[in-house]
């Protein structure tokens, strides 16, 4: 028996014929993708109207199975104007495909296309768009980048970007842990539920969730309930439906509310960024974090106590609160000590690069507001070829213009 990874399936859903064949023939090119595009996207969309229908009022699912039910990665455009002069659906935007998707079908994982950009740009804000029921927002431009399918090289790869190889898969093992885990509280399932981790949530990240106060005894399909949650009036047909998409919600805070704040959960890089001394190797300048496991690189043996469950995240973290008081990190027995210059890790190339290369920024995150980007000479491979910073916008420009202090 073989032990290779079995192909993902992939469904292109553009009302644009040539916009989808296209797109189809781009993702095609990558190994190990079975690509093909939506035929009748009126008659799909239909069934899955019909499907929240039933489940609003409780009534028998109706028959048949859907294009996008066990499809791996569903690609969808924003921009469906077109489809809907046709069909009898409301549907007439990506953003509500990626939702009648979510909730009415067993699709694995979603990508949705130009709802906020069309071209590449890096959100030096940092918060993403939460609120999506797409898993992932990019640009047309961006869905064959390899590093969002495994594939590290030197140029634009935003730390934050998922391993699309890897994502639907990881979503439906946090689907199977919520249908059995029915009655933990979300915090527990998430490894914060130390009294010192939870105190340190901002108001902002717990009101993703919920807006009825703290979050004790919030259980994991309490969010289908909050602003991550479902339409008002909306329901599910069954506890496995609840499931898949109380994971995939709760995935999305995870990646875009909690970890981009590095104050109660910390990735390996900014980890580093605060204690330099962990640092194993001297060659970590330029080196593609994204492909490199942390023990590679960093001591992670004096993290051990404070290391959090991959389950739930899509890199190793651990938990700040439980590491700013252990003595046997040099930084924190002697504040004063002179500590390696590893220069700053860069979030728009996921590495290190020399301080003199490197542009502070302020995120939306306090109190680590401060992070970096790349800013190399003219000449340097970082900004050439199809993936090159060259291609790129920073948006919001006033970002680089407000002062920050401490890095994050």
């Not at 095609?28 to 489940?55: F, K, M, N, S, Y």
């Not at 807006?211 to 259980?219: E, I, K």
């Not at 993290?303 to 973290?317: D, E, F, I, T």
Request: aromatic letters at 8%; hydrophobic letters at 40%.
């Amino acid at each position: 028996m073989s032990d290779a990874p079995r192909d993902l399936s992939v469904l292109v859903f553009d009302d644009e014929s040539n916009s989808a064949e296209d797109l189809r023939g781009r993702l095609a090119e990558i190994e190990g993708l079975r690509v093909t595009c939506l035929t009748d996207p009126g008659q799909e969309l239909r069934l899955l109207e019909e499907r929240r229908r039933a489940a609003r009022s409780g009534g028998a699912q109706p028959d048949g199975a859907s294009a996008f039910d066990d499809v791996d990665i569903l690609v969808v455009d924003y921009d469906l104007a077109a489809e809907s002069e046709s069909a009898t659906t409301a549907a007439e935007t990506g953003e509500r495909v990626a939702y009648l998707v979510r909730c009415y079908s067993t699709c694995g994982y979603i990508v949705g296309l130009n709802q906020f950009a069309n071209s590449p740009v890096f959100d030096l804000t940092l918060t993403g768009n939460p609120r999506s029921f797409a898993d992932l927002n990019i640009s047309n431009e961006e869905v064959d980048h390899p590093a969002l399918w495994g594939q590290g090289l030197l140029g634009y790869q935003p730390w934050w970007w998922p391993n699309l190889r890897e994502a639907p898969a990881a979503l439906r093992r946090r689907a199977s842990i919520l249908s059995t885990e029915v009655a933990i509280e979300l915090l527990t399932l998430l490894g914060l539920d130390d009294d010192r981790v939870r105190i340190q949530l901002t108001r902002n990240q717990s009101a993703w969730l919920t807006s009825s106060g703290p979050l004790g005894g919030f259980r994991p399909t309490d969010v289908l309930k909050g602003r991550l949650g479902l339409r008002p009036k909306d329901e599910l047909a069954s506890d496995g439906d609840r499931a898949r998409v109380a994971a995939a919600r709760i995935t999305k805070w995870v990646e875009r509310v909690l970890i981009p704040g590095q104050h109660i959960t910390i990735d390996a890089p900014h980890l580093l960024t605060r204690y330099p001394s962990l640092a194993t190797t001297a060659e970590l300048a330029r080196a593609d974090l994204r492909s490199k496991s942390p023990e590679t690189y960093m001591d992670v043996d004096k993290l051990a106590g404070a290391a959090l469950p991959r389950s739930w995240y899509p890199m190793q973290c651990w938990l700040w609160p439980l590491l700013i008081d252990q003595e046997d990190i040099e930084e924190n027995a002697d504040p004063f000590a002179d500590s390696p210059d590893i220069g700053n890790f860069c979030e728009d190339v996921s590495r290190f690069l020399p301080r003199q290369h490197t542009r502070a920024f302020a995120s939306d995150f306090d109190p680590f507001s401060r992070r970096f980007v790349a800013n190399p000479p003219p000449e340097d491979a970082l900004r050439q070829g199809p993936w090159g910073l060259n291609r790129v916008v920073y948006e919001p420009s006033v970002a680089f213009a407000i002062p920050v202090a401490g890095n994050a």
